[in-house]
């Protein structure tokens, strides 16, 4: 509440809207156009609670430092710590958010609100923001599902299980299942779909059973995805192999460089929400080292996913989101590490329905509090939404006939979008 | 307002609950009387509930619901001979079965961590499985169980009770949210953080609760030997719980300063800090005129059963007008408390009762002209039987009882059966963890291991009657999945299916369509 209405207020005495009243929140929306809006996302999911300062976000000279250098990015002025230099390279397409901050410390209920918008409530699973871009936004004619997660699991919402993620467990072979045995034809796994649906169907009738048609569709969504190259198993270093090198096949465990290059094939196949679960960033302990490894497979991973994205004409059309649940203490422990810190962090935004190319919100000298501009999660959400063409302000119907906003305080932050 | 609800929370300790239950006398069997209340709310919603059941359905039902598997082919078969079922007797004989031991084990222990039983992260996940099941198996009296559970104290993988806590990290905030949420069905966790307007639970209860927990300490031994994992709790015999003081000054560091907080019940005064403090708190869990512990643990088990609960959650309770469901739980409630507890009573009274057993089906009644809204309200009172998803585990060991199982080097039940320890979670591995997902979905279609229980099926129906597909090798089939026999139009529509390709083959086609048929992936 507070902070809304701070942001708020430092909004308008900052941007001049005050002349306007909140009532030009809605007639802004409207005024963005069709073309600017994503048509799907990639979330990259820091899990653990990245260190903004030895990230995004460094305070060159402060006592809260550490031991990162400063480096100058594209943007004037701008400054990344030194382990993600290529993204620096690419700071003109990325939208800087310097001042998010949450209301939870604890890493589950902090990745459950990062994730759905809403504090964690112990009965009621609000869904996360790629099953609300599948409830909203998935076609049933396309034979890929909306939401595909990499690596994270998720609990069933209130939306119900079939809003939730496909989820890949193994990059190179992401539906194992799929791959029918050798001799067995097309035919005979058609003979057995036609001979279940005619099964089903008596029971159907029998049970007038609501749930047979659910799993009906289920099993049509499951053999249609045998039409999807993206699910056969792919090995990029025989495909594309100087494509994955950028993409950082070699740097760590190949496992970001093996993701980033997976979501864009999603993306590419029709996929609405990609997420990819990246942990180790809870660095309570030996936090420099730590970052350094970590901040080099992202760097590599997520820059050479925007330009992919780029170069097959894809970025407009797809929201890029870099984030964790919360970012860690300014203050350096007895262990050299940093602990958590819900106050002050920060997240990469780029691609479609997107203002890039600029810096939102600052935190103070030392890292300790926001000086301006605070984004709360719900304005986050309420901002990802809203490039992505949903419309925040109307009510919905969760399948059981719950009411259910997409946020239920979250206001957009109008710099950040695409105009 | 305040005032206002604290008052009303202590009535409602003094005086178990506003709707009683009528007065019934003791001859009529509790079974009954959730009978003639369902019978009742029907009749005043002008609702018709469905008939019972055929033997076979029950028979299924029961074994899925109290054994967590498909019911074995010769008791299938000697349904289908036409000799009448004795229902009562199947459920007498299944409620003192190992199986049931297993099943519901390992549902309290998913339920009390809300993780798979193979957890070793900071517990013995094996060995709290272990602990319930055996607690299950001796028909333990549920206030005992729950007491065990709060007050365990010593090392993880001797005392198995001790592991409840420890996957709570024995610490006061998250026990307290756990305690609430599983024993009581109270949503007291959100009072953790802040105060609800609205929300008759306040931070004072849920700190004041917490203080309860206070002296709890987790240790882990320092040096344990090479592949040695375990834990310790012990209760130190002093130290107070201390949390942020958010009204008071920050410090100069700009820390909030904090707090004693001294354990004290929701409605009560301070507890008695002469006696142990876990010890308090149990015994203000377990005296009979708290409504919460047994009503929850009813309403839970009414669910596993039926399907849906009778109330969303107790945070409000007691109701402000009676319903039908209110009376039922209270009608259980309070057979169940004054029966000492007994977890095998309350499960046999409810699915002996005829609203147990009605028929999920509207063919079986000869009008097929009910609509929606009608099918809705029959669901809502309890007059139909509700269509349920297997779980991963039940699915695994009905698979296993129609065809034995392929993956012998770690058989599932081999593990529970011994309480060796887990290494692997084969049913959720293989069948994903949740039903109606694609990846379940995907896994039935055409997993490694669904391959080979279609394989498996397809060689026993050979060694049995040879390779061409014949009547006999539908009626097996069938019976071993769908637990009764085909009509001759199944039969005649699976015997054109297997005979399309060559024989083996075909006998697979028919073992997949079962394996994925709404009815098989069902409890109906």
Known sequence: MSISRRSFLQATSLGGLSYFGSSIWSSLFAAQSEMSKAKSCILIFLEGGPSQIDTFDPKPGAATAGSFEAIDTKLAGVKFAQHVPRLAELADKLAIVRSLTSMEGDHDRAQNLIHTGYRPNPRLQYPSLGSTVAWRQSDPEIDVPAFVSIGRKFETSILGPQFGPFVIEDIGNPAPSLTLPEGFSEARMKRRLTALEGFNGRFDKQYHSLLGNDLTQLTRRADRMRNCPVFQPYDPAAEEPELFERYGSGVNDGYMARACLSARRLVEAGVKFVEIQYGGWDTHDDNFNQVQNLSASLDAGMSTLIEDLQERGLLQQTLVVCVGEFGRTPKINGDNGRDHFPDVFSALLAGGGINVGQVLGESSEDGSEIKHRPVSIPDFHATLFTAMGLDISKDYFAPDGRLLKLTESGRPITELLAS | ?524
């Open chain 2, 1 to 524: 307002m305040y005032r206002f609800i604290r008052y009303a929370f202590t009535l409602c300790l003094v005086s178990a609950a506003v709707c009683e239950a009528t007065d019934s006398p003791d001859s009529i069997s509790v079974s009954t009387q959730i009978d003639r209340v369902v019978a009742a709310g029907c009749k005043k919603d002008g609702v018709n509930p469905l008939t019972a059941c055929s033997d076979a359905e029950f028979l299924r039902r029961v074994w899925l619901d109290l054994a967590g598997r498909t019911p074995p082919l010769t008791e299938v078969k000697a349904v289908a001979a036409g000799s009448g079922l004795n229902r009562g007797e199947v459920v007498q004989r299944l409620l003192t079965s190992p199986e049931f031991a297993r099943h519901w084990g390992r549902l309290w222990s998913e339920y009390l961590t809300d993780r798979r039983p193979f957890e070793t992260d900071g517990y013995d996940g094996p060995r709290l499985l272990q602990f319930l099941t055996e607690a299950i198996r001796a028909n333990q009296p549920y206030a005992e169980l729950v007491s065990d559970l709060i007050l365990g104290e010593g090392t993880s993988d001797v005392n198995g009770s001790v592991n409840f806590l420890l996957r709570f990290n024995a610490e006061p905030g998250p026990l307290t949210g756990a305690v609430s949420q599983k024993f009581l069905g109270l949503s007291l966790q959100c009072a953790e953080c802040h105060d609800h307007p609205h929300a008759r639970w306040k931070q004072q209860d849920f700190w004041g609760l917490a203080a309860h927990f206070a002296r709890l300490r987790k240790m882990t031994p320092a040096q344990p030997a090479e592949g040695e994992s375990f834990f310790v709790v012990i209760e130190r015999p002093a130290g107070e719980l201390r949390v942020e003081d958010k009204r008071a000054k920050p410090d100069e560091n700009g820390d909030a300063p904090t707090r004693t907080v001294y354990p004290q019940l929701p409605g009560l005064s301070r507890s008695n800090a002469s006696k142990q403090r876990r010890a308090v708190l149990v015994e203000w869990l377990t005296q009979p005129t708290n409504p919460y512990l047994s009503r929850h643990l009813v309403n839970s088990v009414w669910e596993r059963l039926l399907g849906e609960k009778l109330v969303q959650n107790l945070d409000h309770w007691p109701p402000e007008s009676a319903s039908m469901n209110c009376e039922l739980l209270n009608l259980l409630a309070d057979d169940f408390t004054s029966h000492n507890w007994n977890i095998q009573r309350l499960i046999q009274t409810i699915v002996v009762s005829e609203t147990y057993q009605r028929s999920s089906s509207t063919a079986e009644q000869g009008d097929a002209a009910v609509d929606s809204l009608q099918r809705e309200q029959q669901l809502s009172h309890w007059g139909r039987a509700r269509i349920r998803p297997l779980s991963a585990d039940q699915l695994h060991l009905s698979l296993g009882q129609a065809f034995g199982y392929h993956y012998d080097e770690n058989d599932y039940r081999l593990a529970v059966a011994t309480g060796e320890e887990f290494t692997q979670d084969i049913p959720v591995n293989n069948l994903g963890a949740t039903p109606l997902t694609l990846g379940r979905t995907l896994s039935l279609y055409n997993s490694d291991y669904v391959r080979g229980a279609v394989d498996l099926g397809a060689e026993a129906a050979i060694r049995l009657y040879g390779p061409t597909v014949g009547v006999e090798h539908v009626e097996r089939l069938v019976m071993s999945l769908l637990s009764r026999s085909p009509s001759t139009d199944e039969l005649e529509f699976f015997q054109d299916l297997g005979g399309e390709a060559d024989p083996r083959e075909g006998l697979q086609d028919i073992v997949w369509v079962l394996l994925n048929s709404t009815e098989f992936i069902t409890n109906h």
